[in-house]
């Protein structure tokens, strides 16, 4: 694999995930109870034997950086390759803001003629899966395709929210439908792809006269299945687009079943990220624990059902969280309640308050397509005042604070912002 060159494709907005990904590119969003959404990627590519990747960033980039850092914990700190993030940039040359994925990588076409590679295999940063690449490009190079695609089973009922792939008898690719109304099949794109280096360069270059965006499912492989081998390699195992907050919800409870399908603890598939150095979880004399997941550095001296706890987080005496998902360094008061919701990092839950109250439905406001099933938000650094009760699929800004309540209920489907804005970090 070291004629192999990875891009990760990592500047999405992520404006489904509302305000998780509000102050932090969408793969930068944490995962799991330690790890964040890009570490999936970064592991594969450890765990494939690939050691030349590239990060492409653009939303946001400054928690992602941080993250990546000089890629130790996926052994990608090395002389002669390693891991570089790319940028957009203005230049003389006309050089702007990435308009689509395909755009993205023609932008970075000077990085990738440089390379000493074969091929390049171009990835979404924001999906929740453990996959061997080698096994994919071996496929690709054993059938003498000039592009190869990554596709997986999803759900009929689903197929419209994906880019649906037809195949023929022999794998190859007969179309690739973005997000079409009535599905052909259910074999969906993963944003996985194979490229010869050349085909790479030919296609883009070819590409570039197009006007608006630039994207490879929605306008490169639909285009080039009649001039180019283009083949599927079909994924079976767990593979999850978390570009949603029911999506993202879900993949985070289906880790704490008995035997979940995304196997973290398989030595094969090892999912890295960055070492946090924290004391062991703590239990209280009082806690209750029973399917969750407790990251290290939590002290837990009330109750926890069927949730992710990330490290820092203190649950005080009392306090019940339930079907949640908690994220760094965030404290729940005595006797609150946190039902049904994502909470992000340094949120204070005030004594008594109850978060995701009642039964009422009613869809957010601001979000109705997006907030609907129930899932209550909570915004970084958010301060919520004691006794508080928010309802249902709310939305609560990041670092609000009690001042910025009216009253003590939030009906459900409101959202909380504050007065007074704040200036948002670089």
Known sequence: MERVLALILAGGEGERL????????????????????????LSNCSNSGIHK????????????????GVGRPWDLDRTKSGIVLLQPFLSRSGRDWYKGTADAVYQNLYYIEEQKVDEVLILAGDHIYTM?????????????????????????????RFGIVTLDHTERVVSLDEKPKEPRSNLASMGIYVFNKNALIDILEANVKREGSHDFGRHIIP???????????????????VGTIDSYWQANMDLIVDLPQLNLYDPETELRTVYQNMPPAKLGPKAKVARSLIANGAIINGE???????PGVYVEEGAKVEDSIIFNDTTVGKDA?????????????????????????????????????????????AKIPNGMRIGRNCKIYCWVDRADFTGDIIPSGSSVDRKTPRRHKI
């Open 18 to 41: 509302s305000i998780l990904s509000l102050e932090r590119a969408k793969p930068a969003v944490p995962f799991g109870g330690k790890y964040r959404i890009i570490d999936f990627a």
């Open 53 to 68: 990747v590239a990060v492409l960033t653009q939303y946001n980039p400054r928690s992602l950086a941080q993250h990546i």
């Open 132 to 160: 061997r690449y080698d096994h994919m490009i071996n496929s690709h190079r054993n059938r003498g395709a000039d592009v190869t695609v990554g596709v997986a089973e999803v759900p009929l009922s689903e197929a419209s």
């Open 223 to 241: 285009e080039i299945t009649n001039t180019h081998k283009v083949y599927g390699y079909r994924y079976r195992g767990y593979w999850r687009d």
């Open 304 to 310: 926890v059902r069927s949730s992710v706890i990330f």
């Open 337 to 381: 309640v946190v039902s049904r919701s994502i909470l992000d990092k340094q949120v204070w839950v005030g004594t008594g308050s109850h978060i995701g109250y009642g039964n009422d439905l009613t869809p957010n406001s601001e979000e109705p397509e997006h907030l609907t099933s129930g899932i209550t938000l909570v915004g970084k650094g």
